[in-house]
């Protein structure tokens, strides 16, 4: 059963992949304004802040990548559980503040594979 935690950190780590994408390379596309809901003027002026909030959607992506490479490890384990807390903290912050849809675009995903991690 550990293969559905391992799954689900899989689908958190490739979610936050796309959201780097999305806030450095694609921030001011049609695309990315309509998911941020930002128009085309403040998309571009604010182009260097996504770019840093997409670096740290990066870390979080690489550092759930880092504990599925040490899946049989406690160190692993550890990161996994880490990492998915930190995914959970950023999006209660972002859903408070931000989007409330944040919360289930990327809270509920992380809370379900910390589920899997901690109790499968």
Known sequence: MAWIGMVLVAVVAVEHIY???LEM????????????????????????LAANQGLYNGFLAAGLIWGLVHPA????????IFFLAC??????????TA?????????????????????L
């Open 25 to 48: 390379g694609m921030w001011t596309s049609p695309r990315a304004r309509k998911i941020f809901g930002t128009t085309e003027k403040f998309a571009e002026e604010s182009k260097a």
């Open 19 to 21: 959201i780097l994408i």
């Open 99 to 119: 989007k409330r849809s944040i919360l289930v675009t990327q809270g509920l995903p992380a809370l379900l594979a910390l589920a899997a991690v901690l109790f």
């Open 87 to 96: 995914v959970l903290t950023a999006a209660a912050y972002g859903g408070a």
């Open 73 to 80: 490890s406690a160190f692993g384990h550890q990161l996994q």
